[in-house]
């Protein structure tokens, strides 16, 4: 069986865009791959944090995970501070991967051109990246296509390492999903929806209540020709519309279409579509919210089961680039 590694940052809420578009997939996916998922809470440092707010979000979203189905009796899902092989690892990947090739990062680009303290984690980043999906003999990363360069990248690192140093790691792929996945602002429905704050009433969170919910659906964007039709140049708000109700509904979003010919119907149906998705999803996430105690134990466990294999591979790859055996 294929071997699935994916990270998701704990920074920020998750929203509708990263249920529909990435948890949703990782879900299904915990059943078809032996499937391994992190929450990267050391990628996270690599910017400017408040140490308290970094923790709660760390446990928020492990929760969450939970919550939207990813069972820790079939897949791994752990904390990747709890699991000292990473950060180990991301030295023999700096070792492994060169100064040009770490340049040419477009996401290092993007984020310390609009920064005021660029840490040198920011740079080594995609080395410890590569570590995370090397020390799981991983063949598949489901990621955005943002990541792919990341994941081109450790492949790159695998590969040199191979040859330097003997068969060592197994070489990775990225896999990134078809781009009619993408769920756009409800406000600029021709942008993704993102979790940056100033698209507050464009974006749903999986943690919104039902009145929120509806409140954001029915102010989404549409436009004048009052005709219900999915046709995402020309009409990208009501096709936004149509394609969070089928995702929510398991149609395609013509079908959708099929229902309506007027927006306030299909405004109405979409919100009650999207709080009946959330609904299983929060309530679950409240109980383990009021069991503290439930969710140590879950990522206690995840963290064992991830340190079993990674330890292994790491050994490896300590023995083969030539460090001495304790
Ligand atoms: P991010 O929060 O942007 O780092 O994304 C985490 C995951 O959610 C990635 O796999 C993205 O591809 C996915 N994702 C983020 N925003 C959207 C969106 N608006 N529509 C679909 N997928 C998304
Ligand atoms: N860098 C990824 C992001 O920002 C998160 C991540 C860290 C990741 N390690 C990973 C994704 C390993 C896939 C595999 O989205």
Redesign the pocket.
């Known amino acids: 069986m294929a071997r699935v ?5 704990p920074t920020g809420d998750v929203h509708l865009g990263n249920l529909l578009g990435a948890l949703v997939h990782w879900v299904r996916a915990q059943h078809e791959h032996e499937s391994v998922y ?1 929450v ?1 809470d050391l ?1 996270a440092l690599t910017v400017p944090h408040d140490a308290e707010e970094l923790r709660r979000s760390t446990s928020r979203l492990a929760r969450l995970l939970v919550a939207v189905g990813l069972d820790p009796d079939v897949c791994t899902l752990f904390v ?1 501070s709890h699991v000292h092989e990473h950060a180990e690892g991301a030295w023999l990947m700096e070792c492994t991967a060169s100064y040009g090739e770490m340049k040419r990062m477009v ?1 290092f680009k993007e984020k310390s051109e609009k920064a005021d303290f660029v840490s040198t984690a920011l740079f080594t ?2 080395a ?2 590569a570590a ?2 090397l020390l799981y003999d ?1 063949d598949e ?4 296509e ?2 792919r360069q ?2 081109e990248l ?1 492949r790159d690192v695998a590969l040199r390492f191979n040859h330097h140093y003997g068969d060592t790691f197994v070489v990775p792929r990225a896999v990134v999903p078809p781009a009619g996945a993408r769920v756009m602002d409800l406000q600029q429905p021709t942008s993704k929806m993102s979790k940056s704050a100033d698209a507050a009433a464009g974006t749903i969170l999986v943690l919104d209540d039902p009145a929120a919910i509806t409140r954001k659906v029915k102010r989404a964007v549409t436009d004048t020709d009052g005709e219900v039709r999915y046709d995402v140049a020309a009409k990208p708000g009501v096709s936004n519309l149509l394609s969070i109700l089928a995702a929510c509904t398991g149609r395609t979003p013509e079908e959708a279409a099929r229902d309506y010919t007027q927006y306030g119907p299909l405004k109405a149906d979409t919100a009650e579509a999207v709080v009946e998705l959330l609904r299983p999803i929060q309530q679950r996430y409240h109980e383990l919210e009021d069991d503290p105690d439930a969710m140590v134990e879950i990522l206690a466990k995840g963290a064992a089961k991830a340190q079993a294999v990674s330890s292994s591979v790491l050994d490896r790859a300590k023995r083969n680039i030539g460090l001495l055996a304790r």
Request: with cysteine; glycine share 8%; aromatic share 8%.
């Open positions: 590694f994916s990270g998701i940052q992190c990267v990628h990747q996401q980043y995609p410890l990246q995370d999906i991983t990363v489901p990621v955005g943002d990541q990341h994941v450790a």
